[in-house]
């Protein structure tokens, strides 16, 4: 079955403890993309990656780091959260670019506290 | 930035009406997507419009693309409350191909 996962899909965390939300698809897709969702804010994108070792900002990437060392793998790193972070989070992917139908993952829950 | 805006945010209606939203773009764009959240759900692909003036149907879902590529319209037919959710249109920059997500709008069906 064609999917994104995430996890974990539910976090509680203090501040500044280091923290990283897998993302994998097993589509083959080129672009992965993380998201932020907050009420009233929509989705927010956060980092993206055209490619293996390609990542780029997206709006929101302040506090954020990213790594792209698989096609399959794109993990979203929290280096020092902070409460300002709690939201939820989707990973995407797609075929080429974020010009095509994206794939959204399930969601991580993430609160700081 | 490139801005893509829906107004409002908020709309009920009663099972059976009709609804239509707008989303629209401060650039040109090369196309336009709109997703489907239902409540506690994640974003769901819906469809794609590529050419001016694109029309598409989806049952009882009817896309369109503004001749000018910088709006789209979502209008449902008949609602019912399988349609409750959030949509979300998201368009594709036609300078730099960055795709920017509207903020939604949330609909909610009365029974």
């Known amino acids: 079955e064609a999917q994104v996962t995430q996890n974990p899909r539910y976090l509680i965390t203090v501040t500044g403890k280091k923290l990283t939300v897998t993302c994998s698809q097993n589509?083959?897709?080129?672009?992965m993309s993380w998201y932020r969702q907050d009420p009233g804010l929509g989705l927010r994108q956060i980092y993206y990656?055209?490619?293996?070792?390609?990542?780029d900002k997206g709006d929101v990437p302040e506090g954020y780091k990213v790594s792209r060392k698989e096609k399959r793998n794109f993990p979203l790193i929290l280096e020092s959260p902070s409460p300002n972070q709690t939201s939820l989070y989707f990973c995407?992917?797609?075929?080429?670019?974020?010009?095509?139908?994206?794939?959204f993952g399930p969601g991580t829950r993430l609160t700081v506290t | 930035g490139q801005q893509v805006m829906q107004i409002p945010q908020y709309q009920h209606v009663q099972e059976g009406e009709d609804f239509t939203t707008y989303c629209n773009s401060s650039?040109?764009?090369?196309?336009i997507q709109w997703y489907k959240q239902r409540p506690g759900g994640h974003p769901v692909f819906l469809i794609q419009?590529?050419?001016?003036?694109e029309v598409k149907k989806q049952k009882r879902l009817t896309f369109q693309f503004g001749e000018a590529k910088k709006n789209s319209s979502l209008h449902i037919t008949a609602t019912q409350t399988t349609d409750v959710g959030t949509y979300f249109c998201?368009?594709?920059?036609?300078?730099?191909?960055?795709?920017?997500f509207g903020k939604g709008i949330t609909l909610s069906v009365r029974p």
């Open positions: 995407a992917s797609a075929g080429t670019s974020g010009s095509y139908e994206q794939y």
């Open positions: 998201a368009g594709v920059n036609g300078a730099n191909s960055k795709l920017t």
């Open positions: 419009l590529v050419k001016s003036g």
């Open positions: 589509m083959n897709h080129e672009y």
């Open positions: 990656s055209m490619n293996v070792e390609v990542t």
């Open positions: 650039t040109t764009l090369s196309n």
